[in-house]
């Protein structure tokens, strides 16, 4: 399940992904990798920590936990789409 919200401090939507099945875990330098594959524009990467990328235009703050920042947006499908993406690089499916 993805549950998507707005965030008023942050300016934009957070996401989490959320599983009763298994635990949410983001490698990120293996979503850093796919991203890359998809010449999405990485600006910055912590490992174990987080990922920044500028995707489709808006930056875009990964987290281990699966909890996703998209700066600027304001539509929470187009947010779930773009956490659909980084999931999907992530080897996450059907939660």
């Keep these: ?3 998507a919200k707005p ?5 934009g939507i957070v996401i989490q992904a959320y599983s009763w099945e298994q635990k949410i875990k983001i490698d990120l330098a293996e979503v850093r ?7 999405v524009d990485i600006r910055t990467f ?16 990964i987290y281990p936990s699966g909890k996703i920042i998209i700066k ?3 539509n929470t499908e187009k947010g779930k789409e773009i956490a659909s993406v980084i999931l999907e690089c992530a080897g996450i499916r059907d939660i």
Excluded at 46 to 61: C, D, K, N, Q
């Design 1 to 3: 399940m993805i549950i």
């Design 7 to 11: 965030c008023v401090t942050m300016k």
């Design 33 to 39: 990798d796919c991203l890359e594959k998809r010449s």
């Design 46 to 61: 912590i490992p174990g920590m987080m990922l920044i990328a500028f995707i489709e235009g808006f930056e875009t703050s």
């Design 72 to 74: 600027e947006l304001e």
